[in-house]
C-alpha cells in the first residue's frame, strides 16, 4: 500500500515567488494536515482538513493558504516567498478522529535564494 | 513557554544501555500524546501513542501522567539503529504540536 506522497521533492525559488506544493494521503484517509520543519526545530502546524473542509490554521501568515480536492489530495500554496519560508513541508494523513495518529510524507525541501 | 518542552540532547549513550526522555506539556486540554521518531532529513515516522495507562513496544515503554502532565520514553538494550531524533507531540482540538525532538546517539 503506498504511503503519503508528497511532490516535488526539492524545489528551489526566489524571493517573491510562489509555489504549490502537492500531497496525497494514504488510501481511505480523510483528513489532510501540512506542517512547516525549520532546522532544529519540531514540525509547526499550518492546515488540517477533512473531507475538503478547513478544520484548522496555525499561525502562518496569509500567504500560506491550501484546498482539499474530491480525493483527498491536497495542495500548499505560498505566495510572495520569503527567505524564512526556506523548510521542509511535511503532509500527513489520517482517519481524522482524534486520537488518530497522523502518518507523514518524505516532505518537500523548498529553499529560498 | 513552548506547549511541549523537551530536553534537546544529545544523549550519547553505548549499546546496550537504557535510555529515558522526559518531555512535558502545558496545555491540560490535550487528548492524545504520540512519541515519533526522525531520521535525519527524514520525515517523522510514528513511534507508538502513549496511553495513561502505560504501554509497551518490544524495547520502548511510554508513559504518561496527565496530573503532572508530563510524558516519557523508556528504551531498554539500545541499538546503534535507535540513533535519531525523538520528537515529543500532545493533541488537543487542533491537530499536532511538535516538541523540539531529543536527539539520541547509540556508540558502538
Known amino acids: 500500500d503506498a504511503g503519503v506522497t508528497q511532490s516535488p521533492t526539492h524545489l528551489i525559488k526566489t524571493r517573491g515567488q510562489h509555489v504549490t506544493l502537492r500531497c496525497s494521503p494514504i488510501s481511505g484517509h480523510k483528513s489532510v494536515s501540512w506542517y512547516q520543519q525549520v532546522l532544529g526545530q519540531g514540525p509547526q502546524f499550518i492546515f488540517q482538513y477533512y473531507e475538503k473542509e478547513e478544520r484548522g490554521r496555525g499561525n502562518f501568515p496569509d500567504r500560506f493558504s491550501a484546498r482539499q480536492f474530491p480525493n483527498y489530495s491536497s495542495e500548499l500554496n505560498v505566495n510572495a516567498l520569503l527567505l524564512g519560508d526556506s523548510a521542509l513541508y511535511l503532509c500527513?494523513?489520517?482517519?481524522?478522529?482524534?486520537?488518530?495518529?497522523?502518518?507523514f510524507g518524505d516532505g518537500t525541501r523548498l529553499s529560498i535564494l | 513557554r513552548k506547549e511541549v518542552e523537551q530536553d534537546p540532547g544529545p544523549f550519547n549513550v553505548p549499546e546496550g544501555a537504557t535510555v529515558a526522555f522526559n518531555c512535558t506539556y502545558s496545555?491540560?486540554?490535550?487528548?492524545?500524546f504520540f512519541w515519533y521518531r526522525q531520521d535525519c532529513r527524514k520525515e517523522p515516522k510514528l513511534l507508538m501513542s502513549?496511553?495513561?495507562s502505560g504501554n509497551e513496544d518490544g524495547r520502548f515503554t511510554a508513559q504518561l501522567n496527565r496530573a503532572s502532565q508530563y510524558i516519557s520514553l523508556l528504551i531498554r538494550d539500545s541499538k546503534l539503529s535507535d540513533s535519531a531524533t525523538y520528537l515529543c507531540?500532545?493533541?488537543?482540538?487542533?491537530?499536532?504540536?511538535f516538541g523540539k525532538g531529543t536527539r539520541l546517539s547509540v556508540i558502538a
Open positions: 507531540v500532545s493533541r488537543g482540538n487542533t491537530p499536532l504540536v
Open positions: 496545555n491540560s486540554a490535550s487528548q492524545s
Open positions: 502513549v496511553y495513561s
Open positions: 500527513a494523513s489520517s482517519l481524522g478522529g482524534m486520537d488518530q495518529p497522523q502518518h
